[in-house]
């Protein structure tokens, strides 16, 4: 690799590296050390092709969701199956990881500039901005920009928009999944709401079981299925359909609290 070989958002690559390193080190005790993470399914991963993977997930913080991602996913590509023991896995990191993130979210301090460099594909929200609510038109460079993640290599992003629960999934990854065709492989985090504050940049709560489950790749028709198909099957695979609301009753909340004491190291 050339010293200022860059890839196709004008990043240069040794640069990336090393600041994925250093934050790499610098997050690890995040989940081996104030938390353990527990990880499932993390053995498809080297399976995968090298690039048009697209990876769906429920979103609980701002930054540590996708940080806990690159770790799992290159511990994975080291040989470490459900495992981020030993941070050497650092050491020679995938550089073609990228996440999709709100502009105005990267843009809001040093540290989310330096993250967005990591591998941020910034997009302007339809939906939101500044706090308020608004309606605007999908921007199409955004959706070119995600589709040249997609050729390059991974991409995360987090249907719903938004780190509150069970909230509708935006139509427009469903889109990209139509138009792109890529490999689509769901995860499912959980815990991370509780260790940390939003931004995921400040631990709230040491000793919180936080989980990240990485499913089978969906099997998706990507001539016939409709944009609402795809939706449904985006909301069961990250499990945020509403089918999975229910009332819990006191005896399994009970249940529910006595496992989680016993998770706790």
């Known amino acids: 690799m050339g010293l200022f070989k860059k890839n196709p958002f004008g990043h240069i690559l040794f640069v990336k590296k090393w600041l994925i390193r250093i934050l790499g080190l610098l997050t690890h005790r995040r ?13 498809i991963i080297p399976d995968l092709p090298e690039t048009k993977v697209l990876f769906i997930s429920n979103h609980q913080t701002y930054f540590a969701d996708v940080v806990a991602m690159f770790h799992v996913f290159n511990a994975s590509l080291s040989g470490r199956v459900d495992s981020i023991k030993n941070v050497g896995y650092l050491w020679n990191p995938k550089l073609n990881i990228y996440y999709v993130a709100a502009k105005e979210t990267m843009k809001s301090g040093l540290l989310p500039k330096i993250l967005a460099y990591v591998g941020s594909v910034s997009i302007e929200r339809t939906w939101r901005a500044e706090g308020k609510d608004v309606n605007r038109q999908v921007k199409m460079s955004d959706i070119s920009n995600i589709g040249k993640a997609l050729n390059d290599g991974w991409v995360i992003t987090f249907p719903q928009g938004t780190t509150t629960p069970f909230k509708p999934i935006r139509k427009g990854t469903a889109h990209i999944i139509k138009r792109y065709k890529p490999i689509v492989v769901p995860i499912v985090i959980d815990g991370f709401r509780r260790s940390f504050d939003k931004k995921g940049l400040r631990v709230k709560k040491k000793n919180i079981l936080q989980s990240i489950e990485i499913k089978e790749p969906l099997d998706i028709d990507y001539e016939n299925e409709t944009i609402d198909e795809i939706v449904e099957k985006i909301e069961y695979a990250i499990e945020q359909h509403p089918s999975f609301l229910k009332v819990i009753s006191q005896e399994e909340l009970l249940a529910e609290e006595e496992l989680n004491k016993q998770r706790e190291w």
């Open 31 to 43: 989940f081996r050390g104030f938390n353990e993470l527990q990880i499932d399914g993390s053995e």
